[in-house]
């Protein structure tokens, strides 16, 4: 298996697609399949944002200065992601809001994934050699098991706290 940071992130966002279609298709369906659909979402959201916040953004950063401006974005981001998460985590799908809000999200992430998948990681790879980008893959491997999994845990919300309080 690939350790390439790239690889990894690509497959995430595979992932997510795949759960976003689900979604789309469960529209007018059971309640409670869309709910458990859209738990699955948000536990993928927390675990990717936490890894892209830990480890490649804080690292693509400090070895290649000249892409800070694409990460400040990128924080911004996952930002309206992340307050659509974690209120989506209280709400339940009889909410008339809720259809609504998941697509949003779902918008949003999906603007956010393309930019990363077509502007950022082409980037990311020509600045990068194979054995960093092999090194941060293997440290979010590592850390993947400790990641929040859900928006309101603490380690979730590390980065909007950290900016507030900055
Ligand atoms: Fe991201
Ligand atoms: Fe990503």
């Not at 209280?90 to 008339?96: A, F, N, R, Y």
Request: negative net charge; charged residues 30%.
């Amino acid at each position: 298996m690939s350790t390439d940071a790239i690889v990894l992130l690509r497959e995430d966002h595979k992932t997510m697609r795949r759960m976003f279609k689900e979604f789309q298709a469960a529209q007018g369906g059971p309640k409670p399949k869309k709910a458990k659909i859209v738990g699955e979402i948000l536990e993928a959201l927390t675990v990717h944002t936490y890894l892209e916040n830990e480890v490649m953004y804080p690292e693509v950063r400090r070895l290649l200065p000249a892409l800070e401006e694409d990460i400040l974005q990128a924080y911004e981001e996952h930002h309206v992601a992340d307050l659509l998460c974690l209120e989506l985590s209280t709400m339940s799908p009889e909410d008339e809001h809720f259809d609504a809000k998941v697509t949003v999200l779902i918008a949003t992430v999906l603007h956010h994934v393309e930019e990363e998948e077509h502007e950022w990681f082409p980037k990311v790879r020509e600045g990068l050699g194979r054995n960093q980008l092999q090194e941060l893959g293997r440290r979010m491997i590592e850390l993947r098991p400790k990641a929040p999994t859900k928006p309101t845990q603490p380690k979730a919300l590390k980065k909007a706290l950290d900016a507030i309080n900055a």
